[in-house]
Structures are given as C-alpha cells and as structure tokens.
T-cell receptor, first 113, second 114 residues
Framework: TQLLEQSPQFLSIQEGENLTVYCNSSSVFSSLQWYRQEPGEGPVLLVTVVTGGEVKKLKRLTFQFGDARKDSSLHITAAQPGDTGLYLCAGASFSGSARQLTFGSGTQLTVLP | KAGVTQTPRYLIKTRGQQVTLSCSPISGHRSVSWYQQTPGQGLQFLFEYFSETQRNKGNFPGRFSGRQFSNSRSEMNVSTLELGDSALYLC?????????????FGPGTRLTVL
C-alpha cells in the first residue's frame, strides 16, 4: 500500500509570513500533484510535477519534486488570507491501464489578516 | 464549459439503508473516479470507470459499487449503510490522455448516516 504523509497537519500563520508544506513517501510515484480544497468544494489542481528534482513556480507558490520522486514540498511566500484552505498532495501510479491517485492526509492552512 | 456536477449535494440516511450518488462529468471526459473523504482517513480512492468499464478499484468492501453509462455519467451505490460511511463523496473526471492528466473534481455529496 502506498502512503503519503503530509506535514504539518495544521498551520496557522500571519499574513506576509512564508511557509513550507511537506509530502513524503517511501514509494516512488510517476508524478505528484498538489491540490487546494476550500470548504464545500472539491479539490482544485494547482500543479503536477513529473521529473525528479523538478521545481515549478506559480506566482507566490513554489513546488519541488524530490530527486527520487518520493517526496515533494510546497513553499508559499508572503502568504495572504486568500491562501487559506486544505492543501493536498497526491501521487500518481499506473498499473497497466489502471491509474490511481494516492492522496496525503492534507495540511489545513489558515492565514490570518 | 460546465464543471463536474454531483447530485444530491446532501443526503441523510439511516443504518442499513442503501444510497445512490450521481456524477456528471465534464463534457468530453470519459474517465470518472470516485473518492471518499473523511476527517480521519482523508481522501481515499474508491474506483475509476472508463468507457463503462471499471478500470481500477480501491480497498473498499463490496458494499461500495459503481457503474458508468454510455454518456460517461456515473453512479455509485452503497448498500447496507454503516455509521462509518458518513463522509464527503467526491467524483472527478478526466479525458484521459494516458499520461498525467488533470482530474477535475465535483463539489461532492455529503452523506450522513444516522
């Protein structure tokens, strides 16, 4: 069974601070995705990282995929209240034609004004 | 383009009953996946359907089943409901391209079992 551990589970910070969320596994994934989920809605894809060592930037968000494709991090610079939400990492694995996403437990981020 | 729609949005059932949830994917999307989200277990994969065939299944008991219709709409059914089945049930659709395609999630159906 593939497992993804996210840390921290909860994070409450002041507007303007920086933060990093970690996603770790003992398994290798074909790709890793980061989602953000707001109350009453389904998760929305933020980014997909595919290559070991890959770094992607999306405005104030920086995503990194570990060299061994087992771990990833999400760094937010100068957090804003609009960044509040549940952040989920998900590892993609393939078995023949079957495709499965394994989700981490999530990081609930609250950015206080 | 309309997003993924799920009906109903909220449902209250009692133990032992059965329930059917519906998911309409984005037009043109042929793959539908279902997930269960609970505070304790997080988001867990239930099953994926593609072209009316179940392509993959997660580690859930046989009380959880699903199907997909020729128009790609999907339903999932839970029989003999237990208190632990209370959760947010999410469906997600994708084209798919065979690679690392994006899944688009619906808003979910909140099921409460009393």
């Amino acid at each position: 069974t593939q497992l993804l551990e996210q840390s921290p589970q909860f994070l409450s910070i002041q507007e303007g601070e920086n933060l990093t969320v970690y996603c770790n596994s003992s398994s290798v994934f074909s790709s890793l995705q980061w989602y953000r989920q707001e109350p009453g809605e389904g998760p929305v894809l933020l980014v997909t990282v595919v290559t070991g060592g890959e770094v992607k930037k999306l405005k104030r968000l920086t995503f990194q995929f570990g060299d061994a494709r087992k771990d990833s991090s999400l760094h937010i610079t100068a957090a804003q209240p609009g960044d509040t939400g549940l952040y989920l990492c998900a590892g993609a694995s393939f078995s023949g034609s079957a495709r499965q996403l394994t989700f981490g437990s999530g990081t609930q981020l609250t950015v206080l004004p | 383009k309309a997003g993924v729609t799920q009906t109903p949005r909220y449902l209250i059932k009692t133990r032992g009953q059965q329930v059917t949830l519906s998911c309409s994917p984005i037009s043109g999307h042929r793959s539908v996946s279902w997930y269960q989200q609970t505070p304790g277990q997080g988001l867990q994969f239930l099953f994926e359907y593609f072209s009316e065939t179940q392509r993959n299944k997660g580690n859930f008991p046989g009380r959880f089943s699903g199907r997909q219709f020729s128009n790609s709409r999907s339903e999932m059914n839970v029989s003999t409901l237990e208190l632990g089945d209370s959760a947010l049930y999410l469906c997600a659709s994708s084209i798919p391209t065979g690679g690392f395609d994006e899944q688009f999630f619906g808003p979910g159906t909140r099921l409460t079992v009393l």
